[in-house]
């Protein structure tokens, strides 16, 4: 019994890894359809994604009717705050430098950890900032020299800023919705949310829909199916088992997963400065993850 206890405490964690590595893709996907804009690259991922799974989830649906309209509302803002995540942040990314929109967009782990402990009246501990601290130190190093020379704060650093509280929310109003509804149903009303919040978005600023290259679509496909399907429905997961402050601060391994990642497959070099950087952020995540 208790190593069936035990390993049902790991699985969350290795949901955890698997929406790291997927989300850990995104930045290269982006790089990819360069066709299009930041928003209708986000809006073809959440809906290309949601469309894959209507069929799962509707037979999900038919097995459990029982969700309350409570936990329907939470993913529907889940969904919201997602896109604003994702709209606010691709503009923040268009507007100045990969190091503040990336080093800024990761600032919602701390905005986790502020709510978790304000508001929710959680007791983190010494142990919890620490890691933080740690695993940001770590975050800065794998920029590299682009942290360093091009750091500054205008608007796009601002919308970075803005972008990660919108994905704070996210975590938040995951975790309500996952109260009541399945990993599955919370990520697919979540999603068909965001799609539908995007389209708006992109039309009001006359974004470009269609014309795209056989390459850009089947690399927003890739991105719907690895990214959102796989990222994220694992995020979904997690949520459901553990803490927003535990997940949010461990999401800070994406941008390791992301330079490693690149040093495969877009042949971009790991200095040993982005490696102990590296050994920083995991070292930082540990220290978070003590608490549980």
């Known amino acids: 019994m208790t190593q069936i206890k035990s390993q049902s405490h790991i699985f969350p ?3 955890l890894l698997i929406g790291i590595l997927g989300l850990g893709m995104s930045a290269i996907f982006v790089k990819w359809a360069s066709e299009a804009s930041g928003v209708v690259i986000a809006f073809y991922r959440v809906g290309i994604a949601a469309l894959i799974m209507a069929i799962p989830f509707s037979a999900e649906v038919k097995r459990n009717t029982a969700a309350r309209r409570y936990h329907l509302i939470w993913a529907v803002i ?3 705050f997602f896109a604003a995540d994702l709209g606010t942040w691709n503009y923040a990314a268009q507007m100045t430098s990969a190091a503040n929109s990336t080093l800024l967009g990761n600032t ?3 905005w986790v950890g502020l709510a978790a402990m ?4 959680e007791k983190l501990g010494g142990k919890f900032w620490i890691g933080m601290v740690i695993a940001f130190a770590g975050v800065i190093l794998i920029m590299g020299e682009d942290f360093y020379t091009k750091i500054t704060f ?3 650093s601002l919308l970075a800023l803005f972008a990660s509280f919108f994905y ?3 975590f938040f109003a995951t975790q309500r919705a996952r109260e009541g509804l399945s990993s599955l149903s919370s990520w697919w ?3 068909i949310s965001s799609a539908a919040a995007l389209l708006i978005v992109s039309l009001l600023f006359a974004q470009p829909l269609i014309g795209f290259s056989a390459t850009t679509w089947w690399v927003m496909i890739a991105a719907a199916l690895i990214s959102q399907v796989v990222g994220y429905l694992a995020i979904n997961y997690a949520l459901g088992h553990l803490p927003p402050h535990i997940v949010s601060p461990t999401m800070l391994g994406q941008p390791v997963m992301t330079a490693i990642l690149a040093a495969f497959i877009l042949n971009e070099r790991l200095s040993w400065i982005q490696i102990g950087g590296g050994v920083l952020v995991l070292s930082g995540i540990w220290l978070v993850n003590q608490k549980r």
């Open 13 to 15: 964690y290795i949901a």
């Open 78 to 80: 889940a969904g919201l």
């Open 189 to 191: 009303i979540s999603a």
């Open 154 to 156: 205008g608007l796009g």
């Open 168 to 170: 704070a929310g996210f």
């Open 118 to 121: 304000l508001i929710f009246k």
């Open 108 to 110: 919602s782990a701390v």
